[in-house]
């Protein structure tokens, strides 16, 4: 940190610059905070929006146990020791998470998974799993959020609202961003938005394309027709509630922009169609490069949700939806997404690290996790710890723990943590299971191998 | 105190120290290879085996954000080969899936249960070189480093136009720097401009102007990075990607890239790629003997050859318009594209050589030229470009066929006739590699050619990567399953078992260069990118374990 970091002694003041706030996908890094050290509190964080300064100013370590076994308090090594007795107990266990912590714990988070032939997912299954399944059957085309701020001068926005989940995304990289190419910020580009209904991100569009709610893969793939200039039922209005005419006008903008963009949301992956929307996005963008140059992206929610696939993928091929009892990694959404293993009963013992699906996912699955014995690392007193045999309090990541983060373009990012904390790091907790499992599996009697071992189990 | 071992009665190649298959001792202390050690240290019985140094691979693409989105890509790739872990109780290794594009744990393994102990990641954007090395962190046993992406860099391509070389070198020093890499690379150099900004077009000629830039051209932005890369004394050239990969007649590109860089040391990568003749658009046909001939006669070049190998592969690369224009002759309907702000582009995807293709197989069989017909193995060095010509894997293959007549023979009659009909005939076609030539291209050649003098080699001071073959007359399956391999020192494979884990160290250099450099690369970057100045170097813990490869002038 060096020279970012001046210490003024008189108040106890330190101001960090040039730290990053985690709380979306635009995991914005030019954070100036200043933090009154004595009363452990970020008093300002300039250039923060709305959200930034929520995650911010209401920063406050509450004096929470290390841990809770059973919702009774305990300390961090009795709180270990359960875990690791459940994890090398269980047949089956699931876990699930990932997206608002560093990719060191990530990373130690797939060693445990591994070792335990256990099955790992992350909330990208809940998002944009769909787009990386689309991935998966035509490619994409893509570019980092710096070269769209200094090329594009067309950009659509699809099912998504940034205006209101990620404030900063107009400004910094793709409205009123100023470019290499784009000098006059929003005069240089044209803003398009695609949506089932007029949201906050509206306003700032020259066009907007009202679908119908349920009809985004048909508009899309008659724009691919469209594109590709073959013949489109006039009639496709009363499917997708757009005209002809403003297809056409579209599709001539798309093909005569210089470089063009189409950054959408969970309104196509997580509606109707799903990867099917995806993948007909992804091709639509990848079909226009046959006349410009031509991107498609995700908007991504969480703060490092990216890295999470990222780290995923580099350790086991697979994005997400990984399951280890083979002894190797094995890729099937639906069968190894963490809300179908939980709501099908299937697994037996849970690990959510960073994430409350306790409070977001289905019903089937909330009541299957209460029968199980969960482990939870979170800074909070979640849903989901509420309900776990065994619940962590751990620091929080870009404030009191670094480590890196990668923006949802990819772009990994350092952070730079502005406050100490008295609890331990989301990494060192997995460390600490880990080294117990290693050595729980490795003086365990009678192994033959993974099977043996379910067969133990509760 | 300090651990030690000897290697007794292995027939020793380690052509850098003239040792050709004579019986030697090799001597192992504390990681290194030493002149002695006390009689009564620990042996390994070599007898009726070879002892090689551990394998060096200058050009691969194994980690990073391309690498990465490429085995996201491909499930299909990962399901048929997986990498299982072992067993818990006698040494703990993670899983992971292979394919062309294999997960970071089983890249780390593959390449030491082949022997093989260092491998550079030849194509990395300098803004993503944080995403490299923490899948370096990932990639067990190995030493490795990466070469970071320098030819269509905007703020130097500004520079550049104004003539401000001093600069410049300042710049790239940085660079090198604040990303640990090894060396610049460059990639389709000028190829990016008009690819993003002019409706996906490229660059064809060395001379040609580059969009948005009046007084810039290929043939200055290579000329200006061999000035400044020789400047600052980095142990390894640049390394160049020509521009023009892949295209009928691209010969020329290539002959014209060697000559403009007059006489300075280059290293031209996977020249298979840039051995073609024939008109743009037509079929190709080799020039191989021209290049060959060239580089035989100018000692300042040095080439790995980027062999095509029969398969699956990934086409994965830095040069966007490339990956482009494969799309044409895919028939996988995958394609990705992926730009970097100001510094890359990026395209991947899936592909597969036939035989019966003619231009799989003329390529194929170019490769093959350009190795028979090379004077110098220490300047004409293997690759397969892994995995855009064919896996690492396939590298004990590409020996057999290099070292055994016979077997090349029938494979040149199975494979597309019209294509080995374009091929000289002569007597070159009738070399065998000899082992000590096996030992030189696949590792001291590409060590000195680096500039790692650590590696490559069997001399007191060494780094103790050493691999360990089984006589065999099958070559492939000789050079494929080593009894032994050491690395650091460490037995990692010990009689064809894999019995330890190591996690190799990251090189990079670290030139020197004027601090004030920052406040003319920080502007531009707080303009054009979208992370602070302040957050794109990277910090050292980033690289736990590395070691820094000196300069010429440190």
């Known amino acids: ?458 | 105190m300090g651990s030690t071992l000897r290697i007794v009665n292995g027939r020793v190649y380690d052509p850098a120290n003239d040792v050709d298959g004579k019986t030697r001792d090799i001597c192992i202390k504390d990681g290194k290879i030493v002149k002695s050690v006390p009689p009564k240290t620990k042996c390994i019985d070599a007898k009726g085996m070879v002892v090689m140094p551990g394998g060096v691979d200058i050009h691969c693409h194994i980690a990073g954000a391309k690498a990465n989105i490429a085995r996201k890509l491909q499930p299909d790739d990962h399901r048929r080969d997986v990498h299982p872990r072992l067993d818990l109780k006698k040494v703990n290794t993670r899983s992971g899936t292979g394919g062309t594009v294999p997960s970071t744990f089983t890249t780390g393994y593959r390449y030491a249960t082949m022997g093989y102990t260092t491998a550079m990641e030849a194509a990395v954007p300098p803004l993503l070189a944080r995403h490299t090395l923490d899948e370096f962190e990932d990639t067990p046993v190995i030493d490795k480093g990466f070469y970071i992406l320098m030819g269509n860099n905007v703020l130097l391509y500004q520079m550049l136009q104004e003539g401000r070389h001093e600069e410049i070198r300042n710049a790239v020093a940085w660079w090198l720097n604040a990303t640990k890499s090894y060396t610049t690379k460059l990639v389709n150099p000028g190829g990016d401009e008009p690819w993003k900004g002019h409706r996906n077009a490229t660059i064809t000629q060395l001379n040609d102007k580059i969009d948005g830039y009046e007084q810039l051209t290929p043939r200055k932005i290579i000329t200006s990075m061999v000035n400044t890369v020789e400047d600052l004394g980095l142990p390894h050239p640049v390394h160049i990607h020509c521009n023009n990969l892949g295209h009928s007649g691209n010969y020329k590109t290539t002959l014209e890239t060697m000559k403009a860089t007059g006489g300075r040391r280059i290293h031209i990568t996977h020249i298979q790629f840039h051995s073609y003749g024939g008109k743009p658009n037509e079929n190709p046909t080799s020039k191989a003997p021209q290049i060959a001939e060239y580089i035989n006669n100018n000692s300042n070049i040095t080439a790995d050859v980027g062999q095509v190998m029969f398969g699956r592969s990934t086409s994965m690369t830095a040069d966007a318009p490339l990956a482009w224009m494969l799309t044409r002759y895919s028939n996988d309907r995958r394609w990705v594209n992926a730009d970097t702000e100001c510094e890359s582009g990026c395209g991947i995807i899936p592909f597969a050589y036939q035989e019966q293709v003619y231009t799989h197989a003329l390529q194929w069989a170019i490769g093959l030229e350009l190795f028979l017909l090379s004077k110098d193995p220490w300047r004409m060095v293997l690759s397969t470009d892994h995995p855009n010509g064919g896996t690492f894997t396939s590298y004990p293959r590409l020996i057999r066929t290099l070292m055994d007549r016979e077997f090349r023979k029938q494979q040149m009659d199975s494979v597309n006739q019209k294509a080995v009909a374009k091929i000289k005939r002569g007597h070159h076609m009738e070399r065998e590699y000899t082992l000590q030539e096996i030992a030189i291209v696949t590792r001291a050649g590409p060590a000195r050619i680096l500039g790692l003098k650590n590696k490559g080699h069997l001399g007191p001071g060494a780094d103790a990567d050493i691999t360990i073959y089984d006589e065999h007359e099958d070559k492939e399956l000789m050079f494929s399953a080593p009894r032994y391999v050491l690395k650091s020192g460490h037995l990692i494979i010990d009689n064809h078992e894999f019995r330890n884990n190591h996690e190799g160290k990251i090189l990079h250099v670290a030139p020197g260069y004027d601090e004030g450099i920052k406040d003319v690369i920080r502007p531009f970057v707080e303009d054009f990118y979208t992370i602070k100045f302040d957050n794109y170097a990277v910090s050292d813990h980033y690289i736990p374990r590395h070691e820094v490869v000196p300069t010429a002038k440190q």
Request: hydrophobic residues 40%; charged residues 25%.
């Open chain 1, 1 to 458: 940190m060096g020279a970012a970091t001046k210490a003024k002694s008189e108040a106890n003041i330190k101001t960090v610059e040039n730290a990053t706030c985690t709380f979306c996908g635009c995991l914005c890094d030019d954070m100036v905070l200043t933090v009154d050290m004595d009363a452990k509190k970020i008093t300002k964080a300039k250039n923060a929006c709305v959200l930034g300064k929520a995650l911010f100013l209401s920063h406050e370590e509450e004096d929470r146990p290390f841990a809770l076994i059973d919702g009774k308090p305990a300390t961090l090594k009795e709180g270990v020791e359960e875990a690791a007795q459940i994890l090398a107990n269980a047949r089956f266990p699931m876990f699930y998470g990932m997206s608002d912590t560093t990719c060191e714990a990530q990373r130690q988070n797939v060693a445990l998974v591994d070792m335990v032939g256990g099955t790992i997912d992350s909330t990208t299954s809940v998002c944009h799993g769909p787009t990386g399944m689309a991935l998966q059957g035509v490619g994409e085309s893509t570019a980092t959020l710096g070269e769209i701020k200094n090329r594009a001068d067309l950009v659509i926005y699809w099912g998504g609202n940034p205006a209101e989940s990620l404030p900063r995304h107009f400004a910094r990289y793709a409205v009123t961003a100023k470019g290499m190419y784009t000098p006059n910020r929003k005069k240089d580009r044209t803003i398009v938005n695609v949506d089932v209904r007029r949201t906050k991100s509206v306003p700032v569009a020259d066009i907007f394309i009202q679908v119908k709610i349920g009809a985004d893969f048909e508009l899309l793939w008659a724009l691919r027709a469209l594109v590709k200039g073959r013949h489109v039922d006039p009639n496709i209005e009363k499917r997708t509630g757009v005209s002809l005419e403003t297809m056409k006008d579209l599709v001539e903008r798309m093909k005569n922009c210089r470089y063009g963009v189409l950054f959408f949301g969970m309104g196509l992956s997580m509606t109707r169609g799903r990867h099917f929307n995806s993948a007909a996005i992804l091709s639509l963008a990848s079909d226009l490069n046959e006349y410009t140059h031509f991107i498609a992206t995700p908007m991504r929610g969480h703060g490092n949700v990216a890295g999470a696939d990222i780290v995923v993928s580099w350790q086991t091929g697979y994005p997400f939806g990984v399951n280890f009892s083979r002894g190797y990694p094995k890729f099937n959404p639906g069968e190894f997404t963490a809300t179908d293993m939980f709501a099908r009963g299937d697994a037996d013992a849970g690990l959510i690290l960073a994430s409350d699906p306790g409070s977001n996912f289905t019903q089937a699955a909330i009541d299957h996790m209460k029968k199980i014995p969960m482990i939870v690392l979170d800074p909070k007193l979640t849903h989901t710890a509420k309900l776990a045999r065994v619940a962590f309090t751990t620091s929080h990541y870009g404030i009191n723990t670094g480590g890196t983060a990668y923006r949802s373009d990819g772009v990994p990012i350092e952070l730079r943590p502005c406050l100490d904390s008295k609890y331990p790091s989301d990494e060192e907790v997995i460390r600490a299971i880990y080294k117990r499992v290693e050595q729980l599996l490795k003086t365990r009697k009678k192994t033959k191998g993974a099977n043996n071992k379910r067969r133990k189990a509760a």
